[in-house]
């Protein structure tokens, strides 16, 4: 049976003619609903990344429907967008051509793989009978002003040559080619996605989606609460909006920050005395992108606004105004305020134009304990630049490697007090400030005075002048205790243990702001408080009750850019009348079909294609009949894909995009497949779509998907990403044609962990291979008997324990190693019966469909497997009957037994005492006592 070409077309023509895997909508079985991600159909075809995935829902849809259930596992084409169009231009043909004949290539790439598809409900998003549906629900949206028209910057491919979301260009590059996007201000059609951002957040308590694609998108979402605050301009009537998610430092705000756009600039431009230098600025900076802007890393720019001056509506202290483009007008209200103590941004552009820093919190070190004295006190480093060491006190064992300390005086400085702390307790005289650290609330027990202190320690480092010393006058307590060690930063790291210094010391090198909790400081009614969710309620409970501030929730999540400046994409179904505005076109001339044109390529001046083509651009109004243009930009290529597992529900209905009976009975997508890389856009967008449908009583779910997985990249061998370039590309119809496809699917089930990165590897390829040449191998074993063989019953009720669980966790490779377990057992045996046979076969066929049902038929086992049931284990059958103990004499384990589990103890006995070595180690001897653990150990005393 080497020929499993045949054996696969054979198989895979047997399910299409006895439509095995068509999904009945009327059925009284329960349903269940599995989906992967249907592909764009690109030039290069599939690749061993989808074989991975697709394989895997397979697995499962093939074992649910055993299970007894009505499953659908539909699939379907991707196809409109830039790489249908950028793949269409590059090889100069149309892009409807193109996508048909990818289509072509992919659906016969996908059948040869044996997939269990309900291709009955085959779609792609560029049939005009679908997009006609896509269409119509764009204008649900316009129809609720969910749709709108707005001038904005947005993010621009100048090699793609059209807009692109935010999701579409992370990190500052176009997602599809890797161009650095520019920033270009375009009319754009956007959906208030923003208006779902709780909802979405919300919406995911409702799902059992991965921890990490929740968490992407919660984070994708950016939800912060906060407060709005109000700050005066002192030279005009009106106030600046911030918003801040830490309202409790409004005490340190040292200076505001508005974006380059605020219109707080062009408004008071007369007043505004170095406007030319903020226009300087604006120009420099107004093609940047959101990613460059807001990089936490790059160096602060910005202006001062000479003529408007804000005032800190807690302390009533006049601040500087500056613009820099780090601040967007997108995300909040365009200005914030800069606490530069307590962020890393905003002290960075403190240091950079020396504007004054204010601490409002205090970090906390040591424990708080009850009845603690108060002390004001210092930390001071010294350091040689000579040497590049520290000065250090060394107590020993009673106290460990400090740095210089003490408490200050009355009235005396942070400063004062260092200096003479240093003199006195090391002799150093001749030594320079170099800066001082915000102070550190510590809490310790003096166990030499039986008391604790909360102390405020202000931490200094000086700069070593000279060797020059003066006597040393130590206390009593202090003489011959310790010794002034110069040591490398190595050796503090290593050995200084006590908090506070070695925090200070850390500070010290490297000043910045401090971000975490503490107790609050220069802050009027907050002083004193540790708990930060009590200091930020208060304070926004400060701020309503003086009209000063109100809170807020705000997201960074925003509106979806819904245009696109391309040919290939849903024509967007609205007319613009000059007296009517944007009139949406009616439904019973939808769709709006794409013209026929020969020219399809993306312009320079970033205007559509379609807008070139005036007899398709010049109509007229739905609503007035009068003269009127069509919009030329199109949808996204995310528009058809955001609705279109709705559609399988129902893939023909000609009246509507799918009846309510359909999405009653399919309900939500039960198990849905798909890349991490898509859970902050597709993954986003859908659940917008659906749940917006859900609002307006067009579908039953307010979430479309139950259950959402990620599967891991293929990588190619020895661990690197496959690429052209390296060529080392895994072309998945050379592995069918070479190995077959069982091999293929059973290797890529087998290759690791699903949701983890794997490295593709020929050699395991053939090894299993090698794997289902066994399996027909050991059908020669076959004989006519029915029921399991007495030996092999318990191993397989284990096995098919084990396979049932973890297909249904998708641990495909420990389901396969199982299989392999089994089978070596099967070629131990002269014989197996046909039960034996049959199960095995039923178990791997989720993952190797074909071999199986030849096998299956070519020994006559029973009815073709994928119209067969699940076996059941039983729970009893799985507990090993016989085990192997050990016997000891005088506690050394002199042999081994075999028991059954429920043998007595007489026997067991009997079988310890006549084991040989047993014999040898007590002949001659008294046996004392023969001690049984029961299912453990024998021990037998002997003298």
């Given at each position: ?8 077309k ?6 299409e ?24 159909p ?49 090889n ?13 290539n ?12 309900d ?19 764009f204008l649900?949206?316009?129809e ?12 621009w491919c100048?090699?793609?040559k059209?807009?692109?979301s ?24 956007m ?14 308590d409702d ?5 990490r ?8 979402i ?31 705000v ?7 756009e605020?219109?707080?600039i062009?408004?008071?431009?007369d007043?505004i005395?170095?406007?030319?230098e ?8 107004k ?9 936490v ?10 003529g ?15 613009i ?23 002290y ?8 004054d ?8 070190t ?38 210089v300390?003490?408490t200050r ?5 942070a ?7 240093i ?7 001749d ?5 001082e650290?915000?102070p ?21 480092l000086?700069?070593l ?40 010391f ?11 909790d ?13 708990n930060?969710k ?11 009750e003086?009209n ?7 997201y ?5 850019i819904?245009?696109?400046?391309r040919?290939?994409g ?16 009616k ?6 079909r794409?013209?026929?044109v020969?020219?399809?390529?993306p312009?320079d ?5 379609l ?6 651009v ?22 058809g894909s ?6 399988y ?30 859970a902050?856009?597709h ?11 859900y ?10 998907f ?59 390829l ?27 019953e ?5 096995t098919?324990k084990k ?18 377990i ?60 016989e ?28 079988k ?7 014999k ?21 005393v002997?003298?």
């Open positions: 049976m080497s020929n499993y070409t045949s054996i696969e054979k198989w895979q023509k047997y399910w003619d006895e439509k095995v895997f068509v999904a009945d909508n009327k059925s009284s079985k329960p349903k269940y609903y599995y989906l992967v991600e249907f592909p764009y690109s030039g290069a075809g599939l690749h061993v990344g989808h074989v991975r995935s697709y394989t895997a829902l397979d697995a499962l849809a093939r074992k649910k429907r055993m299970n007894g259930y009505n499953v659908l596992f539909p699939m379907g084409w991707d196809a409109f967008g830039a790489p249908a169009e950028q793949y269409a231009i590059k100069h043909i149309h892009p409807s051509v193109a996508v048909k004949e990818n289509i072509k992919f659906k016969s790439q996908i059948k040869s793989i044996g997939l269990s598809i291709w009955t409900r085959e779609f792609a998003t560029t049939d005009p009978e679908y997009y006609k549906w896509t269409q119509w629900q649900k949206f316009f609720h002003g969910m749709a709108y028209k707005a001038k904005k910057n947005i993010n100048p090699k793609c059209m807009g692109l935010n999701e579409d260009s992370s990190g500052g590059v176009c997602e599809r080619c890797g161009t650095e996007v520019e920033q270009r201000e375009k009319e754009q059609w959906l208030r996605m923003s208006d779902y951002a709780e909802d979405l957040i919300t919406g995911l799902t059992k989606f991965q921890d694609i929740k968490t992407a998108q919660i984070n994708w950016g939800k912060s609460t906060g407060a709005e605050v109000n700050f005066k301009v002192k030279e005009t009537d009106e106030d600046l909006v911030v918003f801040t998610t830490r309202p409790d430092t409004l005490y340190g040292t200076f505001m920050v508005v974006a380059p605020h219109p707080i062009d408004k008071n431009k007043k005395s170095n406007f030319d903020i226009e300087a600025y604006r120009e420099k900076i093609n940047k992108t959101e990613f460059e802007r807001t990089q890393n790059k160096d602060k720019t910005g202006v001062c606004i000479k408007l001056t804000g005032i800190n509506p807690i302390t009533n202290k006049e601040i500087p105004i500056y820099s483009d780090y601040v967007m007008m997108s995300y909040g209200t365009g200005a914030i305020m800069a606490v530069p103590a307590h962020d890393e941004r905003d960075e552009f403190a240091k950079k134009f020396g504007i820093i204010v601490p409002v919190i205090e970090q906390i040591g424990e708080v304990k009850e009845n603690e004295k108060h002390k004001e006190s210092i930390v001071a480093v010294l350091y040689d630049e000579k040497q590049d060491k520290y000065l250090t006190i060394n107590w020993g064992d009673l106290g460990g490697r400090l740095f300390g003490g005086h009355d009235n005396e400085s400063i004062d007090c260092a200096i003479r702390e003199k006195e307790e090391t002799g150093y005289t030594f320079e400030f170099v800066r650290i915000f550190i609330n510590h809490h310790y027990y003096a166990y030499n005075k039986n008391q604790a202190y909360e102390i405020n320690s202000t931490g200094l000086f700069k002048t000279s060797d020059a010393t003066q006597e040393v006058n130590l206390d009593d307590d202090e003489k011959d205790n310790f010794k002034v060690e110069w040591v490398d930063e190595k050796t503090i790291r290593k050995e200084v243990m006590d908090e506070l210094h070695i925090t200070t850390t500070n010290l090198l490297k000043p910045t702001a401090y971000t975490g503490g107790k609050m400081i220069n802050s009027g009614v907050l002083n004193g408080l540790t930060k009590d200091s930020i309620k208060k304070m926004i409970e400060y701020l309503e003086n000063l501030g109100h809170e807020k929730v705000n960074k999540l925003q509106d979806w819904f245009s696109r400046q040919f290939w849903e024509p967007i179904p609205l007319v613009y009348c000059e007296d009517c505005g944007w009139v949406p076109v439904e019973e001339d939808l769709p709006v794409l013209p026929d020969t020219n399809y390529e312009t001046d970033g205007e559509s294609p807008a070139a083509i005036t007899d398709w010049n109509t007229t109004c739905p609503h007035c009949g009068k003269p009127a243009k069509r919009e030329t930009d199109t949808m996204p290529n995310w528009a955001s609705w279109y597992w709705l559609r529900m129902d893939a023909h209905n000609d009246k509507e995009f799918a009846s309510q009976d359909a999405l009653k009975y399919w309900g939500k997508l039960d198990f849905y497949n798909g890349g991490m890389e898509h902050t856009r993954l986003l967008y859908a659940r917008f779509w659906n749940q917006f449908l609002n307006i009583g067009l579908v039953p779910n307010k979430e479309p139950e259950t959402r997985v990620s599967h891991g990249m293929i990588l190619g061998e020895g661990g690197v990403k496959m690429s052209k370039s390296l060529g080392n590309v895994v072309n998945p119809d050379d592995m069918v044609a070479s190995y077959g496809a069982d091999a293929l699917r059973t290797y890529e089930m087998f290759i690791g962990d699903y949701e983890k990165e794997v490295a593709w590897s020929e050699q395991g053939n090894g299993c291979k090698r794997f289902i040449d066994r399996v027909v191998r050991v059908g020669e074993k076959v004989t006519a008997k029915n029921g399991y063989s007495e030996k092999l318990s191993l397989i009720h284990k098919i396979v049932t669980e973890d297909i249904d966790t998708m641990k495909f490779n420990t389901a396969v190693s199982a299989l392999m089994l089978l070596n057992k099967f070629e131990e045996q002269e014989e197996i019966t046909k039960d034996d046979y049959r199960t095995f076969l039923i178990l791997l066929n989720p993952i190797a469909p074909h071999i199986t049902e030849e096998l299956n038929e070519k020994y006559a086992l029973g009815e073709a497997i994928c119209k067969s049931s699940w076996p059941k284990y039983d729970i009893a059958k799985t507990v090993d009957q085990k192997e103990i050990a016997v000891q004499v005088n506690g050394k384990v002199r042999a081994t037994i075999t028991i059954n589990i429920n043998e007595d103890e007489e026997s067991i006995k009997e310890a005492l006549t084991a040989e070595n047993v040898n180690h007590t002949a001659g001897k008294e046996i004392v006592k023969v001690i049984i653990i029961k299912g453990k150990i024998v021990n037998i002997v003298k």
